[in-house]
């Protein structure tokens, strides 16, 4: 029994640094210096008393496979947990053949600011609309665009804002 409570020890620990690490990095690519060093701080304790406990009895299999499945589900678990967070902004571009102007009032009625940039392909001249938009609403934004075009083109890119305004930041 105590070789069992040991494994899920270390896989509850291993999810709870993994799922921490996860978040931190996000943290930490968008700049965000004291969350990611807060976390960083409990992620590296955690993560000593898990490894502590492996390397306490490395002869002992299920530590070491609790280890790795406590990595695996915290993987999954953090990347769940980062994007319910949704911290952050998007830049998003979406390309309709058909309905640029539609879409665009349909956003803009939902607040969304949205420019229109014309732009020249392969097939002529098209528009692009772009938008900075909260990562909490991207799935609002699809939405609105797949329900006047499914077949537009959306392509949405991490961004950072340093200043200025943005739909994305009205409240």
Request: aromatic share 8%.
């Amino acid at each position: 029994m105590e070789i069992l409570l040991g494994a899920l020890l270390i896989f509850g620990l291993r999810i709870c640094d993994v799922s921490m690490g996860t978040v931190r990095t996000m943290f930490t690519v968008q700049g965000r210096k004291m969350p990611a060093t807060i976390i960083g701080f409990f992620e590296v304790i955690i993560w000593a008393m898990a490894i502590r406990q492996v390397f306490s009895q490395l002869d002992n299999l299920w530590n070491i496979l609790a280890y790795g499945a406590g990595f695996a589900t915290g993987t999954w678990l953090g990347i769940a947990i980062e994007h319910k967070l949704a911290i952050g902004f998007e830049h998003v571009y979406v390309i309709s053949r058909t309905a640029t102007d539609e879409i665009a009032n349909a956003l803009r009625i939902n607040k969304f600011g949205v420019s229109i940039i014309p732009a020249e392909g392969g097939s002529g001249g098209m528009p692009i609309l772009t938008s900075v938009i909260r990562r909490s609403r991207t799935r609002e934004l699809r939405n609105i665009v797949d329900a006047i075009d499914d077949k537009a083109l959306i392509s949405m890119h991490s961004s950072t804002i340093y200043r200025g305004f943005t739909g994305a930041v009205r409240k």
